[in-house]
């Protein structure tokens, strides 16, 4: 099998308060992950690429101050949105890659984040 | 950034009906994915193709890699309610110095729905 497990799944927290989101892999290793954020209605807009280890590699317009990503080991990674605002209510979902190559990804099951 | 042509946006089916929905591009592509999403979770994989022209099974659903490896499409057969949800095709490029081939490329997504 290949599961990834997300959590929180739901969380409300006032603006100004910062949230950590945690991915882990249950039945494999994972060098990379990938973290998206998902609006309603709409697909999947990649945030950044996880890399055990090292720094992770933000997509363009991404704040990498904003959104603090850490992999420390090959099963766990985290995702932090600092000082949230209103503004970044959204659908984040991280996956992870099962192996090198061509390989598909593998989703948790999101974790959607109201800020009040 | 990049996305893929999805098409159709969304159907309404009456249950036992097929259907077909694909994923065009301009950019050759060395894998397809196929995910589903249920409302309030994550892509869960259905196929996944690694060859031109490959044709894979999974139950009643048929999903193939183009020939041209631009191009896959989706199909499911005898509809049942529980087929409702967003549907997105999923695709690797090949690799080259300004590609990193482990991103996915997305479509939109195709909404079903099922009248049972």
């Known amino acids: 099998g290949a599961v990834v497990s997300q959590h929180p799944s739901w969380v409300i927290c006032k603006s100004g308060t910062s949230v950590k989101i945690e991915c882990r892999s249950l039945d494999f290793q994972a060098t990379t992950m990938f973290w998206y954020r998902q609006f309603p209605k709409q697909s999947l807009m990649l945030m950044a690429t996880s890399n055990e280890g090292s720094k992770a590699t933000y997509e363009q317009g991404v704040e990498k101050d904003k959104f603090l990503i850490n992999h420390a080991s090959l099963t766990l990674s985290t995702l932090t949105v600092t000082s949230a605002h209103p503004e970044d209510s959204s659908f984040y979902i991280c996956?992870?890659?099962?192996?090198?190559?061509?390989?598909?990804?593998?989703f948790g099951d999101g974790t959607r984040l109201s800020i009040l | 950034g990049q996305q893929l042509n999805q098409s159709p946006q969304s159907m309404f089916i009456q249950e036992g009906e097929d259907v077909s929905m694909n994923c065009t591009s301009s950019s050759i592509f060395n894998t397809w994915l196929w995910y589903k999403q249920d409302p309030g979770e994550g892509p869960v994989l259905l196929i996944a193709?690694?060859?031109a022209g490959e044709l894979t099974s999974n139950g009643r659903l048929t999903a193939q890699f183009g020939i041209t490896r631009k191009d896959s499409f989706l199909n499911i057969s005898a509809s049942i309610p529980s087929d409702v949800g967003i549907y997105f095709c999923a695709g690797q490029l090949h690799p080259t110095q300004e590609v990193d081939n482990r991103k996915l490329i997305w479509g939109l997504g195709t909404s079903l729905a099922v009248n049972p």
């Open positions: 996956s992870a890659l099962k192996g090198t190559g061509y390989q598909p990804q593998h």
């Open positions: 193709l690694y060859k």
